[in-house]
């Protein structure tokens, strides 16, 4: 609760005296109930003048939470207006007692068994146990998590660091390297080439980090980034010196890495935005890669953003900071302008030759070639494009925005969009002979009549990436076709002639690189009503189109769009740095983040009225709305100059505070910064 986010003193017993220390979890007396808690320190007096109590229990002797990440979660606790116990929630994994008690015996006896990296079980052909006697999968082992759980050495062997062409591409790659090396607080904005091995990328500053004697967080958005960034960190550092953190490892794997980053056994942590509060000891580096992509947020309170909580590390920690992606977002251009960070960019004569060769659909010369193609899903360029690497047995892949088969529906005669009866949700048909159903409710459709005009015929009005597949199937007979999406998402395909259908994100990677990448139903991604349509396009189109060819080697890119739009422009250029700069500066202009400070007040009308009369806003805040939010609720947005950003945050937290203190039924919830603002 907001009015109990302060520390409390109480006694150690003398029995608990030698297991009491700063990091571990305790239970504690608080209102007449037994309570978590976390020990922030000790003390030999305190300022309460009033009777302590003692604590009722220490959980466990091992010392989770470390004081860089108790600082830290306080810092981002103050910067979202929320309180530090959720925080912690997010920094530190749920206790796993049995793999607790499997680390702390290995600790007490390293020397019994001692295994050397590449002579454990998987090595030696046995059938890998976990702590708690279940067997593990083999693609469950060290191996596929990025861990290695041999004894640690004494003397652990330290890379040599990258060899001499490491970002050789960049002008200034070189520099940031040495930096590294020398444990200097290098701050970066990398924008890759087309083409870029980017985990080998970071695995090469992570090893000049860890020669330097420091460590590395790096975060990604999800699994498959992650999957690659393992491989190459396990190439450039060897085994066993570092581990992945990501929700999805399950509790007692997720809590081994964790203890396993505390200790101090391994310098270097990746994973996803689950990482971004890992315990690194002297950290050197943090970075995350394509910190516009939504994975990097965090849906629970109080929705830190990866992005952020790093920089304020790097910040806390004197620690260097690289934000690297195929695009740019306005926050990442906002470092560069305000001189946090310098970009790492390459020449245009190297972007050049790295580069597919881009054209759109909707400019003149080609609406003069093909008049259709200001309406047609896919016009002849597409196609003719797709049919030419086809026969230069070149694999192609298409973009589609929507998954599913037909994810929106319309009256064939009236062309009237076809809703559920029930809830007014959209219908969706899940196959060629499927029977139309609600997206919202789930309620199928099959007697469905249109309202305005009686027609039962339907036709599509948004096509999905498994229609898009069937009609690419008929179209190039006899050459394979495969999905990428979220039934089931592919890392890589072969490098012959071959069709994929991906969704945004869940483009695979092609042997030797897509001789040809097709964009299709832009208008989807751009007419989102969203502050940050434009950006959103951009990064998923350059995210497909860098696994194209280079041109010289036949890649092309094909997107169908108008050529005058200023995504589309920063794509035929590869320009990510001139579309965020013109972003930041039309966001400035009208006062949307991240020029301002931009906080969300979400509840029911009553409840946020309420909030907002309690809180003691800055003199220069502006409040917007109120806007409807789902159901009942509204939403108000208070804007403030990012000088004040902390008062802000400290009159919501505190407004929120008085609202607990005195019970009030209805919950507001608070925001600092969203990415959806409407």
Not at 247 to 259: D, H, K, T
Not at 602 to 625: C, F, H, I, W, Y
Request: net charge neutral; hydrophobic share 45%.
């Amino acid at each position: 609760m907001a009015h109990l986010d302060r520390p409390f003193d109480y006694l150690v017993p003398a029995e608990l005296d030698a297991d009491a220390v700063p990091g571990v979890r305790v239970k504690v007396r608080f209102a007449g109930q037994l309570v978590d808690g976390w020990l922030l320190e000790r003390a030999d007096d305190s300022g309460h003048t009033g009777r302590l109590a003692y604590l009722e229990k220490v959980v466990s002797p091992e010392p989770v939470l470390a004081p860089e990440v108790a600082r830290l979660a306080r810092a981002v606790a103050d910067r979202y207006a929320g309180n530090l116990a959720d925080v912690l929630r997010l920094a530190v994994p749920p206790r796993h007692a049995r793999v607790e008690k499997d680390v702390r015996a290995r600790a007490a006896a390293p020397d019994e068994n001692p295994a050397a990296p590449g002579e454990g079980p998987a090595a030696s052909g046995e059938n890998p146990v976990a702590p708690d006697g279940s067997p593990v999968a083999p693609d469950e082992g060290p191996a596929a998590l990025g861990e290695n759980l041999a004894a640690a050495d004494e003397n652990p062997v330290v890379p040599a660091g990258p060899g001499p062409d490491a970002w050789r591409d960049y002008p200034a790659g070189p520099a940031l390297l040495r930096a590294l090396a020398d444990g200097r607080a290098a701050r970066a904005v990398w924008s890759a080439l087309p083409g870029e091995d980017w985990p080998a990328r970071y695995a090469e500053a992570v090893a000049a980090t860890v020669a330097g004697g420091r460590g590395a967080v790096v975060v990604v958005a999800d699994n498959r980034d992650l999957d690659r960034l393992d491989a190459a960190l396990h190439d450039a550092l060897g085994p066993g010196r570092h581990v992945c953190l990501s929700a999805a490892l399950g509790p007692a794997r997720r809590y081994r890495a964790f203890l396993a980053a505390r200790r101090g056994d391994v310098p270097v942590v990746v994973g996803t935005r689950a990482a971004m509060f890992a315990p690194v000891a002297r950290l050197g580096l943090v970075a995350i890669w394509d910190d516009g992509d939504d994975l990097h947020a965090e849906p629970r309170a109080p929705y830190p953003h990866a992005r952020e909580v790093l920089l304020t590390r790097a910040q806390l920690g004197d620690a260097a900071a690289l934000v690297g992606g195929y695009t740019r977002t306005a926050e990442a251009q906002l470092l560069v302008e305000t001189r946090w960070a310098r970009e790492v960019v390459a020449d245009r004569a190297t972007l050049r030759a790295r580069m597919p060769a881009i054209a759109p659909t909707g400019d003149d010369p080609q609406l003069a070639r093909d008049p259709g193609a200001a309406t047609a899903r896919l016009p002849s360029l597409a196609w003719t494009t797709a049919r030419d690497s086809l026969r230069a047995d070149l694999p192609v892949l298409v973009q589609v925005p929507r998954r599913g088969y037909l994810p929106s529906v319309a009256c064939a005669e009236c062309r009237t969009p076809a809703r559920c009866p029930h809830c007014a949700g959209p219908l969706a048909l899940p196959s060629a002979e499927g029977t139309p159903a609600c997206r919202w409710c789930g309620r199928v459709a099959a007697a469905y009549a249109c309202p305005e005009c009686g027609g039962r015929r339907l036709r599509a009005s948004v096509t999905g990436a498994r229609r898009t597949a069937e009609e690419l199937g008929r179209a190039f007979p006899g050459v394979p076709v495969r999905t990428s999406g979220r039934e089931e998402v592919l890392a890589t395909v072969p490098g012959g002639a071959g069709l994929v259908i991906a969704t945004p994100g869940a483009e695979p990677v092609a042997d030797g690189g897509f001789g040809a990448v097709l964009l299709l139903d832009s208008w989807a991604l751009l007419t989102r009503a969203d502050l940050r349509a434009g950006e959103e396009a951009l990064r998923r189109w350059l995210a497909a189109a860098a696994l194209a060819r280079p041109a010289a080697a036949g890649g092309r890119v094909v997107v169908v769009a108008d050529g005058a739009l200023a995504p589309v422009q920063a794509l035929l250029r590869w320009d990510a740095g001139w579309f965020a700069a013109r972003e930041l500066a039309e966001r400035r202009e009208l006062g949307f983040p991240p020029a301002v400070r931009m906080a969300s007040v979400t509840g029911l009308p009553d409840a946020v009225a309420d909030l907002l009369a309690e809180a003691r806003l800055p003199a220069e805040a502006e409040l917007l709305g109120p806007v409807p939010a789902d159901g009942e609720r509204e939403r108000m947005l208070v804007r403030v100059p990012r000088a004040r950003a902390g008062a802000l945050a400290g009159a919501l937290h505190s407004a929120a505070g008085v609202r607990t203190a005195r019970k009030a039924a209805e919950p507001v919830r608070l925001q600092v910064d969203p990415l959806a603002l409407f």
